[in-house]
């Protein structure tokens, strides 16, 4: 399956804040979706950065409640690797293997277009094996 196939089961919303967005706000955003990341923005939809709940733990831990009040930007990982809608599931799980996350915003033409996670990932990845087993089942049966 790949990231278009994924997208059509999962949907195409993407919670997002902006650089000026605090940390509070998307720690009460993160909670209330129930999820583990957020997006950020720029006003023109381009993708600046990313939060996830690791992010503000880390900086709890270091700050204290103070963490709460500062904007997305000064917490937020600027270098945001993503996806493309043609990419495979084996691909986005060699690049959350790679590097230790597990978010991918999606991006088409330059715009944030859905996010896959690695639930999403591991539940594609079972759906596929779930057919490559009932294929065979079928195969052998038929012979
Ligand atoms: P996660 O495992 O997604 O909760 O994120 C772990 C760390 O990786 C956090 O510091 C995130 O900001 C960062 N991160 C999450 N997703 C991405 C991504 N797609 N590209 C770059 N960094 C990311």
Known sequence: MNVAGILELKGRDVATATPTDSIE??????????IGAIVVVEADGSVCGIVS???IVRSIA???AEALAQPASELMTRAV????EDETNAKLMEKMTAGRFRHLPVVASGKLAGIVSIGDVVKARIAEAEAEAEA???YITSA
């Open 81 to 84: 690797v993503t996806c493309a």
């Open 136 to 138: 065979m089942r079928s």
């Open 53 to 55: 709940e690791r992010d």
């Open 25 to 34: 706000s998307i720690a009460r955003n993160l909670a209330a979706l129930k």
């Open 62 to 64: 270091s700050k204290g």
